[in-house]
């Protein structure tokens, strides 16, 4: 699970417990001027197919954390309950999108598109 933090025009994720080692990210740092969109989608992460691992870890139906690679794009992924899930596309960023499980998926939604507004 992440945990995410508005701070100082940034969008921080933290991850949390294990998922550090699954993910082999312990952070996420994203301007919030690179954050193109943010929508909550639990259909993204109930498919078996997350992309090419490199690196990260998948075990279908349990976890899927790390870097994945699919359609040309870079994601990275840290989900084990899927209807938890929020997708944020990025711009200009090393990441195209960040999938990630949180505690409340509206309220997360909600505290990234107001902090864009500002």
Do not use: C
């Amino acid at each position: 699970m992440v945990e995410l933090r508005i701070a100082g025009g940034n969008l921080n994720l933290h991850v949390h417990g294990a998922d550090k080692l699954w993910a082999l990210k312990s952070s996420l740092e994203i301007p919030l001027a690179h954050v193109a969109q943010i929508r909550a989608d639990s259909s993204v992460a109930h498919g078996w197919w997350h992309g090419m691992r490199l690196p990260g870890t998948n075990i279908p139906g349990v976890l899927t954390a790390g870097t994945f690679y699919q359609d040309g794009k870079r994601i990275f992924w840290d989900v084990h309950n899927p209807d938890n899930t929020i997708v944020i596309q990025l711009h200009d960023e090393r990441y195209n999108e960040l999938i990630v499980e949180v505690a409340d998926p509206k309220a997360a939604v909600e505290l990234v598109k107001a902090a864009l507004l500002q």
